[in-house]
T-cell receptor, first 112, second 113 residues
């Protein structure tokens, strides 16, 4: 099994719908992250969590929310999806050093 | 905050040639520089990293060099193979638990057989 599992792998949704992307990890890491990847823009940080009780906004948090349900689970929600949120989304984990991320395989989200 | 510039955005080489990807960073306090490889349909994977107390690090066909004075670091891939084709990301971080790395925008490396 993968260390970091993201579900779903692909999703098409309509504008205005609420959608949740889920991430679970077996690394035992406290730290979890959500990134968005767009062509030519690299990886941009949406939210991150250093432990279950800690949630922090990243550089592009508007329009997104997160929930850290347990050490192993970190979900990303789009409250009202819009077309410019069409992108590839990655969850990642790291140990306390913050060095050397482990990424999931990504969720390709299309908002029509 | 930290700013990481990565060049080129696309690099096309023939199998067996060398490939070099360069990154510059702005924050002189950054001291940890990882490189990630993203194959098609997969998430980025850490392939090599370097800390600021080291000038060069090698792992088989890949090497990373760091010039702290000039604030730039590079990934070198020798004897490229088609399976090296991927998107490569550099990142810079102050290290330690509180800092989030800043990523470059990525380089798409294409190795032609």
């Amino acid at each position: 099994d993968a260390d970091v599992t993201q579900t779903p792998r692909n999703r098409i949704t309509k504008t205005g719908k609420r959608i949740m992307l889920e991430c679970s990890q077996t690394k035992g890491h406290d730290r979890m992250y959500w990134y968005r990847q767009d062509p030519g823009l690299g990886l941009r940080l949406i939210y991150y969590s250093f432990d279950v009780k800690d949630i922090n906004k990243g550089e592009i948090s508007d329009g997104y929310s997160v929930s850290r349900q347990a050490q192993a689970k970190f979900s990303l929600s789009l409250e009202s999806a819009i077309p410019n949120q069409t992108a590839l989304y990655f969850c990642a984990t790291s140990d306390l050093s913050g060095n050397g991320y482990t990424f999931g395989s990504g969720t390709r989200l299309t908002v029509v | 905050g930290e700013n990481v510039e990565q060049h080129p955005s696309t690099l096309s080489v023939q199998e067996g040639d060398s490939a070099v990807i360069k990154c510059t960073y702005s924050d002189s306090a950054s001291n940890y520089f990882p490189w990630y490889k993203q194959e098609l349909g997969k998430g980025p994977q850490l392939i090599i990293d370097i800390r600021s107390n080291v000038g060069e690090k090698k792992d088989q066909r890949i090497a990373v060099t760091l010039n702290k004075t000039a604030k730039h670091f590079s990934l070198h891939i020798t004897e490229t193979q088609p399976e090296d084709s991927a998107v490569y990301f550099c990142a810079a971080s102050k290290g330690g638990g509180s800092y989030i790395p800043t990523f470059g925008r990525g380089t798409s490396l294409i190795v032609h057989p």
